[in-house]
């Protein structure tokens, strides 16, 4: 029979090992509430940040100090659920060329963490999915350990925040505690400063919307309109391309008339594209505007050989509800657009219609008035002539009559003498009248000056009698 006796030097390693572990929880658990208090600070720094820039700027920061990582990226996702982009926030990172990058929603294992709502502590090469394009990059540079988890608000997901190690099993049930606590301070630091900024944003642009409907507005002249327009959206919203297409009179045919952005050199003015061809035929044939955050995914896409252009944005310009062109906005990055951006294009464009109304009517009544000049200024030509070549063969006639008046056979015929005083006396009026004529004529162009005098009334009413022959019948009296 065999007693089982504890020698003195196996006790002795019993308790060390005892007091190891003590030390070692009492160390893990003296570290963990430095890194509660640590959170602690970081929440109130991420709270007291004012926008996203600033929010982002305090875990670039500080969440070093929280979790070891060499790599670290928030992803976020967009509006349609369908893509997250990357934005990058350390050193190592920002040398993988990942930042603004964007990934559909179920790549990588962000993507996984986003759809499945969980979190995860994985080796890069075992997680439940891999990206060449996102992890692969991350093996490139020697990331063998990854913790992501994902941002929380209520019950919505708008994106993950990733910390990656070249370590292997570096992260541990206390890492995931703290990265879970960042990601929702995060998260609802970064919705609030989103509701803000959206706020803000939309402000902005309804002060931009009545700036730039009141320039629109202000202007007459269609082509200077049109090209105003063109470059004051793309400068006030700070857009990459933008360009004014118009239905030929036909409506088989979409113009270009005016152009402002990057891709100038490549389409002319005037450029012709048939109606129904492209994004922008579409939206004039079907008058519904097209929001296409990828053209590559887009069939109606037309690519040309110069354009880098990855997100279009065309919007129908309508008068009186009856389509007449496309205002169209290009950028050369992914998910350049959003509704924000498609609600204020609309806005612009109901007033964009309204101008160009105005400046075609303004167009019509400067023609018909120019036409109107024409035919005053020919009307004065012809008064001119007709009251010249009256004055001739009248003058004529008052010197034939005058020189009868005198002859002494005529003295002798009271009947003769008097028809010819009549005659001299109407020749005189006419003359007279075609003077006048020509007098008005001038009076209207600025050529006449005239003075006013005063005149002897009676004298005139005498003069106007003196040409007047009654019958017997009647009898005409004045007085003064």
Request: net charge negative; hydrophobic share 40%.
């Given at each position: 029979m065999?007693?089982?006796?504890?020698?003195?030097?196996?006790?002795?390693?019993?308790?060390?090992?005892?007091?190891?572990?003590?030390?070692?929880?009492?160390?893990?658990?003296?570290?963990?509430?430095?890194?509660?208090?640590?959170?602690?600070?970081?929440?109130?720094?991420?709270?007291?940040?004012?926008?996203?820039?600033?929010?982002?700027?305090?875990v670039?920061?500080?969440?070093?100090?929280?979790?070891?990582?060499?790599?670290?990226?928030?992803?976020?996702?967009?509006?349609?659920?369908?893509?997250?982009?990357?934005?990058?926030?350390s050193?190592?990172?920002?040398?993988?060329?990942?930042n603004?990058?964007?990934?559909?929603?179920?790549?990588?294992m962000?993507?996984?963490?986003?759809?499945?709502?969980?979190?995860?502590?994985?080796?890069?090469?075992?997680?439940?999915?891999?990206?060449?394009?996102?992890?692969?990059?991350?093996?490139?540079?020697?990331?063998?350990?990854?913790?992501?988890?994902?941002?929380?608000?209520?019950?919505e997901?708008?994106?993950?925040?990733?910390?990656?190690?070249?370590?292997?099993?570096?992260?541990?049930?206390?890492?995931?505690?703290?990265?879970?606590?960042l990601?929702?301070?995060?998260a609802?630091?970064?919705?609030?400063?989103?509701?803000?900024?959206?706020?803000?944003?939309?402000?902005?642009?309804?002060?931009?919307?009545?700036?730039?409907?009141?320039?629109?507005?202000?202007?007459?002249?269609?082509?200077?309109?049109m090209?105003?327009?063109?470059?004051?959206?793309?400068?006030?919203?700070?857009?990459?391309?933008?360009t004014?297409?118009f239905?030929?009179?036909?409506?088989?045919?979409?113009?270009?008339?005016?152009h402002?952005?990057?891709?100038?050199?490549?389409?002319?003015?005037?450029?012709?594209?048939?109606?129904?061809?492209g994004?922008?035929?579409?939206?004039?044939?079907?008058?519904?505007r097209?929001?296409?955050?990828?053209?590559?995914?887009?069939p109606?896409?037309?690519?040309?050989?110069?354009?880098?252009?990855?997100?279009?944005?065309?919007?129908?310009?309508?008068?009186?509800?009856?389509?007449?062109?496309?205002?169209?906005?290009?950028?050369?990055?992914?998910?350049?657009?959003?509704?924000t951006?498609?609600?204020?294009?609309?806005?612009?464009?109901?007033?964009?219609?309204?101008?160009?109304?105005?400046?075609?009517?303004?167009?019509?009544?400067?023609?018909?008035?120019?036409?109107?000049?024409?035919?005053?200024?020919?009307?004065?030509?012809?008064?001119?002539?007709?009251?010249?070549?009256?004055?001739?063969?009248?003058?004529?006639?008052?010197?034939?009559?005058r020189?009868?008046?005198?002859?002494?056979?005529v003295?002798?015929?009271?009947?003769?003498?008097?028809?010819?005083?009549?005659?001299v006396?109407?020749?005189?009026?006419?003359?007279?009248?075609?003077?006048?004529?020509?007098s008005?004529?001038k009076?209207?162009?600025?050529?006449?000056?005239?003075?006013?005098k005063?005149?002897?009334?009676?004298?005139?009413?005498?003069?106007?009698?003196?040409?007047?022959?009654?019958?017997?019948?009647h009898?005409?009296e004045?007085?003064?």
């Amino acid at each position: 029979m065999t007693n089982n006796v504890s020698t003195p030097d196996s006790g002795e390693q019993q308790m060390a090992s005892v007091r190891e572990k003590a030390q070692t929880k009492a160390a893990a658990t003296s570290d963990m509430v430095q890194r509660v208090s640590l959170l602690h600070e970081v929440a109130l720094k991420i709270g007291a940040a004012r926008s996203r820039d600033e929010i982002l700027e305090v875990v670039r920061n500080e969440a070093k100090w929280l979790i070891q990582y060499q790599v670290c990226f928030l992803t976020s996702v967009n509006r349609a659920q369908s893509h997250f982009v990357v934005t990058t926030l350390s050193p190592v990172a920002d040398a993988t060329e990942l930042n603004h990058k964007h990934f559909l929603i179920d790549e990588g294992m962000p993507g996984w963490v986003i759809k499945n709502q969980s979190a995860i502590m994985e080796g890069i090469k075992s997680g439940p999915a891999f990206c060449y394009s996102l992890e692969g990059k991350l093996l490139e540079i020697g990331i063998e350990s990854l913790l992501i988890v994902p941002l929380r608000t209520m019950s919505e997901i708008s994106g993950s925040i990733v910390f990656g190690s070249v370590g292997t099993g570096v992260y541990r049930e206390e890492d995931r505690a703290i990265a879970q606590q960042l990601a929702l301070v995060l998260a609802s630091a970064l919705r609030n400063a989103s509701v803000v900024e959206n706020s803000r944003k939309r402000m902005a642009q309804i002060e931009l919307i009545n700036k730039v409907s009141n320039q629109l507005t202000a202007m007459l002249n269609l082509d200077e309109l049109m090209r105003v327009a063109a470059s004051t959206i793309r400068r006030t919203f700070s857009y990459f391309d933008v360009t004014l297409f118009f239905l030929s009179p036909d409506k088989k045919e979409l113009v270009l008339e005016a152009h402002s952005g990057n891709f100038v050199d490549f389409l002319p003015h005037d450029y012709r594209q048939p109606t129904g061809q492209g994004i922008v035929g579409w939206v004039a044939e079907h008058g519904e505007r097209v929001l296409c955050n990828d053209v590559a995914l887009d069939p109606r896409y037309m690519v040309y050989e110069y354009h880098n252009t990855k997100s279009e944005l065309a919007i129908p310009i309508r008068i009186d509800n009856e389509v007449v062109g496309v205002l169209n906005v290009e950028d050369a990055k992914l998910h350049a657009f959003d509704e924000t951006d498609a609600v204020v294009l609309e806005t612009i464009c109901d007033q964009f219609g309204t101008a160009i109304k105005n400046a075609r009517l303004y167009e019509e009544i400067r023609k018909a008035n120019t036409k109107l000049t024409e035919v005053n200024t020919m009307k004065s030509e012809f008064l001119g002539i007709v009251s010249h070549d009256f004055r001739s063969p009248l003058a004529s006639i008052m010197l034939a009559g005058r020189s009868l008046l005198k002859n002494e056979v005529v003295q002798e015929m009271p009947r003769v003498k008097e028809y010819l005083q009549l005659m001299v006396n109407q020749a005189s009026r006419l003359n007279r009248l075609a003077e006048d004529t020509l007098s008005i004529t001038k009076l209207e162009s600025g050529q006449l000056s005239y003075v006013f005098k005063i005149v002897n009334v009676e004298r005139l009413i005498q003069d106007a009698v003196a040409l007047v022959r009654f019958s017997g019948k009647h009898r005409f009296e004045y007085k003064i």
